[in-house]
């Protein structure tokens, strides 16, 4: 078939712009091709399929985990970070939670179908609103295997096709993955041109997905700085973006001492790594204890880069440049400010947000309230550490990511932000006068 010559092409190194549109279209139009069959499956059927991926996965568990030893060693060989390994990394027990996941969305209601509201108008009309499926859905992320499974889960139950671009370092875990995922749907009915892989690593095929207006439906891209800068240049398909995390937390005047410690402390130190973690810490000018605070991350490991203000709390503490308040470090490192009150930490995590969830530790209730009101991320928070910014810990099952624009879904993605709806429209013959 063409576009495996054409993939063959494109891993050495010598693919041209116009071959990875070729090979976007060619999979998009097979992937519309099997949506159009998904969509007409039962609940239980998509169930059954789901399930029959995760068996399929588990049984082809010593393939799966040698292809990601290949990608171990070639990310060690490249000099890969650890926490890049170790989201990289595979085991039996992280094997086994990823077909569980599968399961557990094999479990999820079935949005499809789904009424949303229903009413009656004036002219005797009755309009009901129903969840159908996107269509075809591409979706850009990270190294992480996870995903990969995850993602085909969550489009499949949601009755959409995927077209999958994981990140370089992981490609032969995702085939591994993706090769047995699609064994098992394909052995209950399903077309295995539904869920699809990426067949090259070519960034421009990543730029001729967010271009191929009319054949891919909506983009999900999952990742940082160059990425996003890639879908502001070429994206003409609808845009779902979960892109960085810049995530405050401001602890007011009036916080807990012990609360304020042990949130800052989990928001930046459980995983330094994931999207939801803390980036920036603002503390109030009023706070008693920020010292306390700030020794904790301190003692705890944690670089911190503060202002004038910050720094005469801890000699420690390094400056921070006007760079970092706009630096997602997925590090142990933090910027500090220490801000005049309420209206100042607004005023800063507008500037310098990144729309993905932003914190407020406080025991004053109408603070929180404006917080809560005013600070405009896909998830704001009382009392609680970022880290929970995930779709597992909101209850929906599974995520794609966590949404950090400002249309259709926002925070985290899992079933019902991979739906649209339609108008459906009952008449007993009304003509409009
Ligand atoms: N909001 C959310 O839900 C989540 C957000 N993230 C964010 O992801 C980032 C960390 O992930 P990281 O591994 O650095 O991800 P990257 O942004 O480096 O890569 C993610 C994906 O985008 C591709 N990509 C990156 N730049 C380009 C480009 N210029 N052109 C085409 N494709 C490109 C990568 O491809 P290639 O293989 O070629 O590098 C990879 O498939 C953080 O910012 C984190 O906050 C992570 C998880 C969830
Ligand atoms: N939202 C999830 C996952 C975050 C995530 O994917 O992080 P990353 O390690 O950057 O891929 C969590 O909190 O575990």
């Not at 000018?285 to 880069?305: I, K, T």
């Amino acid at each position: 078939m063409d576009i495996e010559l054409k993939t063959r092409t494109a891993d050495s190194g010598q693919n041209t712009p116009s071959d990875c549109e070729q090979i976007v279209h060619d999979l998009a139009r097979a992937g519309r091709k099997a949506q159009r069959v998904l969509a007409l499956m039962s609940d239980a059927d998509k169930a059954d399929a789901l399930r029959a991926a995760a068996a399929a996965i588990r049984k082809a568990a010593p393939e799966i985990l040698a292809a990601n030893t290949k990608d171990l060693d070639a990310g060690k060989a490249n000099g890969l970070a650890p926490a890049m390994l170790d989201r990289l990394m595979l085991d039996e027990q992280r094997l086994d939670g990823i077909a569980s996941a599968i399961e557990n969305v094999a479990s999820l209601p079935d949005p499809v179908g789904q009424e949303i509201d229903r009413s009656t108008v004036p002219s005797g009309l009755e309009l009901v609103r129903r969840r159908i499926p996107i269509g075809l859905i591409g979706i850009i992320y990270e190294s992480r295997p996870n995903v990969t499974a995850d993602a085909a889960a969550l489009c499949l139950r949601s009755g959409n096709a995927a077209l999958l671009r994981g990140g370089s370092e992981a490609v032969n875990s995702n085939r591994a993955l993706h090769a047995a995922f699609t064994e098992g749907v394909a052995s209950k009915g399903v077309p295995a041109e539904a869920i699809q892989l990426m067949p090259t690593q070519d960034r421009a095929a990543v730029g001729a997905m967010l271009k191929a207006a009319g054949l891919v439906d909506m983009i999900v891209p999952r990742g940082g700085k160059s990425l996003v800068e890639r879908v502001q240049n070429d994206a003409r398909v609808p845009v779902l973006a979960h892109l960085d995390g810049i995530c405050h937390t401001y602890i007011h005047a009036a916080a807990d001492p012990e609360m304020a410690k042990k949130l800052a402390l989990n928001a930046k130190m459980r995983r330094t790594g994931i999207c939801g973690a803390m980036e920036t810490l603002l503390l109030d000018a009023n706070f008693p204890a920020s010292q306390d605070v700030v020794a904790a991350l301190l003692d705890a490991g944690c670089e911190l880069r503060g202002d004038a203000r910050a720094r005469a709390l801890d000699s420690r503490i390094g400056t921070a440049s006007d760079e970092d308040w706009d630096t997602e470090y997925l590090d142990a490192v933090l910027s500090v400010a220490v801000v005049d009150g309420l209206d100042a930490a607004l005023e800063h995590i507008a500037l310098h947000s990144s729309g993905h969830t932003e914190a407020i530790v406080t025991a004053d209730q109408a603070a929180a309230a404006r917080f809560l009101a005013e600070v405009d991320s896909a998830i704001v928070m009382h009392n609680a550490s970022s880290q929970f910014a995930d779709g597992g810990e909101f209850g929906l099952g599974a995520e794609i990511g966590i949404a950090t624009g400002r249309l259709h879904a926002r925070g985290p993605v899992a079933l019902e932000g991979l739906t649209t709806y339609k108008w459906q429209v009952h008449g007993t013959g009304q003509a409009r006068p």
